[in-house]
Nanobody, 124 residues
Framework: QVQLVESGGGSVQAGGSLRPPCAAS????????MGWLRQAPGKEREGVAA???????SYADSVKGRFTISKDNAKNTLYLQMNSLKPEDTAMYYCAADAYCAGGYLPGDEYNYWGQGTQVTVSS
């Protein structure tokens, strides 16, 4: 059974940083992409960042240069380093797995496995 468990969300002031981890277990798939998505109140869920099995990454334009996705294969853990946070980054952040993201494609809801989410709140 696949489990994705996020942690490390919280409240920070604008300009601050967070690095939530996502611990994965029971996950083996041919679709090797893992990623982070977010959903703000009243808005649709959107892809934030994704990483393929070869380490290639893709990002939403709104976070390029501020967020970095990485993966520790030995620990089966996905990370999202978020720097220079803005109030508009406030959202529930979800870890997801099992999608295709070759060629710089940023998946949306087509992932097959999801975590429960971790809340990130950025105050001005």
């Amino acid at each position: 059974q696949v489990q994705l468990v996020e942690s490390g969300g919280g409240s920070v002031q604008a300009g601050g940083s967070l690095r939530p981890p996502c611990a994965a277990s029971g996950y083996t798939s041919r679709k090797h992409c893992m990623g982070w998505l977010r959903q703000a109140p009243g808005k649709e869920r959107e892809g934030v960042a994704a990483i393929d099995s070869d380490g290639s990454t893709s990002y939403a334009d709104s976070v390029k240069g501020r967020f970095t996705i990485s993966k520790d294969n030995a620990k089966n853990t996905l990370y999202l380093q978020m720097n220079s946070l803005k109030p508009e980054d406030t959202a529930m952040y979800y870890c997801a797995a099992d999608a295709y993201c070759a060629g710089g494609y940023l998946p949306g809801d087509e992932y097959n496995y999801w975590g429960q989410g971790t809340q990130v709140t950025v105050s001005s």
